[in-house]
Structure formats: structure tokens, C-alpha cells
């Protein structure tokens, strides 16, 4: 593992961050206004719910309102269950609750999971029942936890609920005394009448070291264009290669790898589609068949290249060299032709969406921490 943190170390160089220990401003400074705001919608909040990124259910925490959030009624949803390893998901479930921490792991894109959340957010509120009449409950996470995702299906489900939605509006704290402001909201349940916030409370990622900003970028919490995706790509390969992940791929040549499936209309930056090749007909079965076949290849080029390897993992040269290798590997698997100016931006590019799509299979990115640390 030292070569991994030296790798790192020599990015935070290389990137030039600040190295004073102090912390990195990853940010734009008006994220810091933001986060004052959500403290004061916060206090409207009868329940908050904060997504996390099942991947890093950690390091996609924002530091500076743990104390305001554990201190409210809190339930944590762990979402893109779908890209998470479910057997070390289970272990951090078992990890939140020896912290009594509410904590469920969800896809956002799945009415029956987010039917689930609702279910465990409506029981923890009705300890509160005699005391109110209408509860309110606010969506949290830092960017691309999939809050939009989660209160679209909410919507959905509160449609089917209340066929005739009543926008809840009520006056908030504003910023000065005196100022209040409409909030709108959807109506999950009656009696007591429950609702939930229809926009989601930004937070700011909080990034204590390079390792975590790293994480946040290959979760795409943090713009690929503040770290590069070059070095992105060189830290993913660091990961797989000292959990010797890809020597677990020598069986999967001749498997059948799962389907692709198109489930937006829209064209993100990180899709599945773009490891196609160039043209204008829309996505078919061959097309599924193609990317099945650059997925086999890519996972048996770094198979072949970690298991030809006669180095030193905990090396930073040998680990180095051999990430070298496989970008040289990963550019023939993935088709990319020889000459590419920019050729390893954009095997980058392709390596990651393959890793964010979920195509290399599920991964848990933070390690689960001792039972006896408190939650953050
Ligand atoms: P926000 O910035 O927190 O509002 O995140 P979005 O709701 O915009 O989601 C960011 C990206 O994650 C989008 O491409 C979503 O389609 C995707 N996403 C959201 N939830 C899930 C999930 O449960 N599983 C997967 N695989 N993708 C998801």
C-alpha cells in the first residue's frame, strides 16, 4: 500500500495543492454560502435524509454539518447500491447500526427501494405525531449522490399516493429576521402530512486528503477537470492492482457478461454509449455484444499485465511501471488507434466510464472503519 500513497503524494506535487497540510480548495468559494443557507433550511427539516454514494459511503460525507445532521433526526441512504460490492455493503449496514445510525442502501432509479426508504423515514417520524401536524422532511448529499434521482421517484410515488398534490408552502428562516420565503414540497403521506422538500440541499465534499479526493472524482463528485482524468485512471488502476483485483478476472474470459442497458434518453459525459464506435444508428444487440467483448478485453489485459508482473506492489517505481503497461494494454483493448494524439486522455475517459458504469463489477472504495468510531 505505500506505493499507493506515494503515487498519491506525488499527484498532490505534480497538481500542485497546496502541501502545508492545510486544507485543499477544491471549491469555488460561493459553495461556502451554500452551506450557510442549508444550515438555516435545516432547521426547517423534521427528518433529513443524506444521500451518500454506496462506493464511499465516507468519504461522500460533508464534515463541517456532521454535528448539525447527527443531531437531527438522520436517515442515510446509500445510494447506487447497484455499483456497490453488496458483500462489503452488508458490512457497513452492520457498521451503521452498531453506531445507531439509521442507513439503508438504495437505487434511486428503483421505485421499490425508494418505496423502502419512504417506509423506514414515515416510521421514524411518527414518533413525532401528537406533536405536529405536518412534517417535513429534506433530501442532503454532495453533488451527484443521485439527490435528483431519489426525489424524481419520490415525486412519482407521491403521485401515486395523493393523485391531487397540494403544494406545501410555509415560511421559512429566512436569511434576515423578518424575510421568509415559499417552499414547495411533495406530499408522501397523511395524517400525519408528510413532505418532502423539492430540492435537495447541496453540501460541499469535504476532502481531508488527496486519497479522498480521489474517490470523490472516480465517484464524479468532484469535475474530472480539477484532478485530470489521467490521474484519475492512474489511481483506479493503483486500487485494482494492490486489492489484486484483476488476477479475480482470469475466469471471466468466456462469461457472459450482463446485457447493456440504455436506461436514459439523455447523453451523459460518462456513458456506456460512448465506447461505440462513431456513427449515427441508435444502440442494438450487436452493440451490446461489442461492448461485452472491449469489457472481456480490458479485463484480461490487466489481467495478464498484474500477472506478468515480477515487481513490487508497495514499490512506487515498479507500481508505476506497471501502471505504464497497462495504459499501453488498455489503449489496444479499447480500440483506440495507435497515433491518438491525447491517446491516454482518452483511454482515461474510456477506462472510467467502463469503472463508473459499473462494467468492471461492484467496488466499495472506503474501508469500513472500526465499530468504535463514531459515524461521520
Ligand atoms: P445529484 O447531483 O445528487 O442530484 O445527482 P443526480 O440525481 O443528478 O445523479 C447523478 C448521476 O447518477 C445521474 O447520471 C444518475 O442517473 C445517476 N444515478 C442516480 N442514482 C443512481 C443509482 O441508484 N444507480 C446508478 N447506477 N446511477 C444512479
Known amino acids: 500500500m505505500r506505493g499507493l500513497r506515494r503515487i498519491m503524494k506525488k499527484g498532490l506535487g505534480e497538481m500542485g495543492f497546496n502541501m502545508g497540510g492545510g486544507v485543499i480548495n477544491w471549491f469555488p468559494g460561493h459553495m ?15 427528518l433529513v435524509i443524506e444521500v451518500r454514494d454506496a462506493r464511499i459511503p465516507l468519504s461522500s460525507a460533508n464534515e463541517d454539518l456532521q454535528p448539525l445532521l447527527s443531531g437531527k433526526r438522520r436517515v442515510i441512504a446509500l445510494n447506487k447500491k447497484d455499483l456497490a460490492n453488496p458483500n462489503i ?34 416510521w421514524k417520524l411518527k ?46 428562516v429566512g436569511p434576515l429576521p423578518g424575510v421568509t420565503q415559499d417552499i414547495a414540497g411533495y406530499k408522501i403521506a397523511h395524517q ?12 460541499v465534499p469535504s476532502i481531508p ?48 457478461m450482463e446485457g447493456i442497458q440504455y436506461e436514459s434518453q439523455d447523453k451523459h459525459e460518462y456513458d456506456i454509449r460512448n465506447l461505440l464506435p462513431k456513427r449515427r ?9 461489442y461492448i461485452e467483448n472491449v ?22 517505481g515498479d507500481l508505476e511501471a506497471l501502471i505504464g503497461q497497462q495504459f499501453e494494454a488498455l489503449q489496444k483493448a479499447l480500440k483506440i488507434p495507435h497515433k491518438a494524439s491525447e491517446a491516454r486522455i482518452m483511454v482515461s475517459k474510456k477506462f472510467l466510464t467502463l ?12 474501508d469500513v472503519p472500526d465499530a468504535s468510531d463514531p459515524v461521520s
Not at 37 to 44: G, H
Not at 281 to 289: F, L
Open 32 to 46: 461556502a454560502a451554500a452551506t450557510r443557507a442549508i444550515r438555516d433550511r435545516l432547521k426547517l427539516a423534521d
Open 89 to 122: 455493503m452488508h458490512k457497513w449496514s452492520h457498521y451503521f447500526d452498531s453506531c445507531n445510525q439509521d442507513c439503508l442502501s438504495i437505487n434511486a432509479h428503483s421505485k421499490s427501494s425508494v418505496q423502502k426508504l419512504l417506509e423506514l423515514v414515515e
Open 127 to 172: 414518533e413525532v405525531i401528537s406533536r405536529e401536524p405536518t412534517l417535513l422532511v429534506m433530501v442532503v448529499g454532495v453533488p451527484n449522490v443521485g439527490k435528483s434521482a431519489l426525489i424524481n421517484s419520490i415525486h412519482r410515488i407521491a403521485s401515486s399516493r395523493f393523485p391531487v398534490q397540494e403544494k406545501k408552502k410555509r415560511a421559512t
Open 192 to 203: 400525519p402530512s408528510i413532505y418532502v422538500l423539492d430540492t435537495p440541499g447541496v453540501l
Open 209 to 256: 486528503d488527496i486519497e479522498t479526493g480521489l474517490k470523490l472524482a472516480l465517484a464524479g463528485s468532484v469535475k474530472d477537470s480539477a484532478v485530470g482524468e489521467e490521474r484519475i485512471a492512474q489511481y483506479l488502476l493503483a486500487v485494482l492492482n494492490t486489492r489484486s483485483t484483476p488476477l479475480h478476472w482470469k475466469h471471466l474470459n468466456n462469461r457472459r
Open 281 to 289: 444508428k441508435p444502440p442494438n444487440g450487436s452493440d451490446a455484444q
Open 295 to 316: 469489457v472481456t478485453e480490458v479485463q484480461h489485459a490487466l489481467y495478464l499485465t498484474l500477472s506478468e508482473f515480477d515487481g513490487n506492489l508497495d514499490d512506487e
Open 355 to 366: 469503472f463508473r458504469t459499473g462494467k468492471l463489477g461492484p467496488f466499495i472504495l472506503d
